[in-house]
T-cell receptor, first 112, second 112 residues
Framework: SAVISQKPSRDICQRGTSLTIQCQVD?????MFWYRQQPGQSLTLIAT?????????ESGFVIDKFPISRPNLTFSTLTVSNMSPEDSSIYLC?????????FGQGTRLTVV | GIQVEQSPPDLILQEGANSTLRCNFS?????LQWFHQNPWGQLINLFY???GTKQNGRLSATTVATERYSLLYISSSQTTDSGVYFC??????????????FGQGTILTVHP
């Protein structure tokens, strides 16, 4: 199994500002994934972060709004830029283990 | 893309009761997982079960891949079982490695 440390665990931010979320894995992984869970909704994949190349974004998500860094095989960051109240969500990072996926504890973001 | 449907959307039980949650998916899958999301938003891995049957204590799961459905059984439910249960799959399509598609979840409430 993989142990994933995600921080911050929660934050309250002013609209128009940006927040960077960090995700640290205890082992080297090729791909890391970022998901968003809007209030009362299911999880939706934002992007796939590969080390050494640009992230691949899913339909409806763009790099200017959600820039991602992947400097090495154990770490990634997701930035939520120019935030609005609609960005209030839980953001989770995930890795694919040998067979199953594992998730960090999530970042609960509230934009006021 | 692949569609995942979970039923029922909500389930209310008395402590000690048994329940069955269902997950239907629209295409072949390489990965199927069941998760429990606790009140703090963390996703807990319950089962990795793309096919067959597994049991872990009071929980068990069965996936019939040829008929594209999976069932999660909870026996002798406890109040701590409350939360949201998600089914998530990875499509067998070539570009989907590690990308989980989630169902809408089943909200389980267990009363003492």
């Amino acid at each position: 199994s993989a142990v994933i440390s995600q921080k911050p665990s929660r934050d309250i931010c002013q609209r128009g500002t940006s927040l960077t979320i960090q995700c640290q894995v205890d082992s080297q992984v090729t791909m890391m994934f970022w998901y968003r869970q809007q209030p009362g909704q299911s999880l939706t994949l934002i992007a796939t972060a590969n080390q050494g190349s640009e992230a691949t974004y899913e339909s409806g998500f763009v790099i200017d709004k959600f820039p991602i860094s992947r400097p090495n095989l154990t770490f990634s960051t997701l930035t939520v830029s120019n935030m609005s109240p609609e960005d209030s969500s839980i953001y989770l990072c995930s890795v694919q283990g040998q067979v199953e996926a594992f998730f960090g504890q999530g970042t609960r973001l509230t934009v006021v | 893309g692949i569609q995942v449907e979970q039923s029922p959307p909500d389930l209310i039980l008395q402590e000690g009761a048994n329940s069955t949650l269902r997950c239907n998916f629209s295409d072949s899958v390489n990965n199927l997982q069941w998760f429990h999301q606790n009140p703090w938003g963390q996703l807990i891995n319950l089962f990795y079960i793309p096919s067959g049957t597994k049991q872990n204590g009071r929980l068990s799961a069965t996936t019939v891949a040829t008929e594209r459905y999976s069932l999660l059984y909870i026996s002798s439910s406890q109040t701590t079982d409350s939360g949201v249960y998600f089914c998530a799959v990875v499509s067998a399509g070539g570009t989907s490695y590690g990308k989980l598609t989630f169902g809408q979840g089943t909200i389980l409430t267990v009363h003492p």
